[in-house]
C-alpha cells in the first residue's frame, strides 16, 4: 500500500510539473473566436497572448497607458520648493498691496463724504489764501469745491 502511494504521489507531481512548464496561448480567430491552445498563434490571429499561470500578461497591453515617471531628483525637488516659495512671497505681497489700495480708497472716500456733508450744511467756510491770510468762501467758490467733493465720492466710493 505503502508502494501504491509513493507511486501515485510521483505521477500526480510529475503531471503538475509537466503543466507548469507548458505554455498556453490565447488569441481570437478570423471569425472572432477566442481559441486557447498550447501552441502560438498564427500570424493573422488577433490579440495574440502568451498565458502565464491562468494570467495574461500585460507586456502586450496597448500602448495608450502613461509611462510612469522617473523619480525626481533632490535638485529638481528643491528647485519646485524654491518656485512654490516665491510664488507665495509674490501671491502674499500682491494681497497685502490691494489692502492697503482698499484701505487707502475707504479713507478717500470717507474724507469726501464728510466735505461733501460740510460744504452742503450751510456753514461758513474759511480757507488760507496765497499770503496766509484767512477768508471766508464765496457761493460760487463754495459750489464748485462742492461739485469736485461730489466727483472724488462717486470716484472712491465704488
Given at each position: 500500500m505503502k508502494n501504491l502511494l509513493i507511486f501515485v504521489f510521483g505521477i500526480a507531481s510529475t503531471v503538475t510539473?509537466?503543466?507548469?512548464?507548458?505554455?498556453?496561448?490565447?488569441?481570437?480567430d478570423s471569425s472572432g473566436h477566442t481559441v486557447i491552445s498550447d501552441t502560438p498563434p498564427p500570424g493573422s490571429a488577433k490579440d495574440g497572448s502568451r498565458i502565464i499561470g491562468g494570467k495574461v500578461p500585460t507586456s502586450n497591453a496597448p500602448s495608450s497607458a502613461k509611462p510612469a515617471e522617473a523619480p525626481k531628483s533632490m535638485a529638481e525637488k528643491e528647485l519646485e520648493f524654491k518656485k512654490r516659495q516665491q510664488e507665495l512671497t509674490e501671491k502674499s505681497e500682491k494681497d497685502a498691496k490691494e489692502k492697503a489700495l482698499a484701505a487707502e480708497k475707504r479713507d478717500n472716500c470717507d474724507r469726501a463724504q464728510k466735505q461733501v456733508t460740510l460744504l452742503e450744511s450751510g456753514q461758513r467756510i474759511a480757507t488760507?489764501?496765497?499770503?496766509?491770510e484767512r477768508r471766508v468762501m464765496e457761493e460760487a467758490e463754495k459750489a464748485k469745491e462742492m461739485e469736485r467733493a461730489r466727483r472724488a465720492v462717486s470716484d472712491s466710493c465704488k
Open positions: 510539473a509537466l503543466n507548469t512548464n507548458a505554455q498556453t496561448y490565447q488569441w481570437k488760507v489764501d496765497e499770503k496766509g
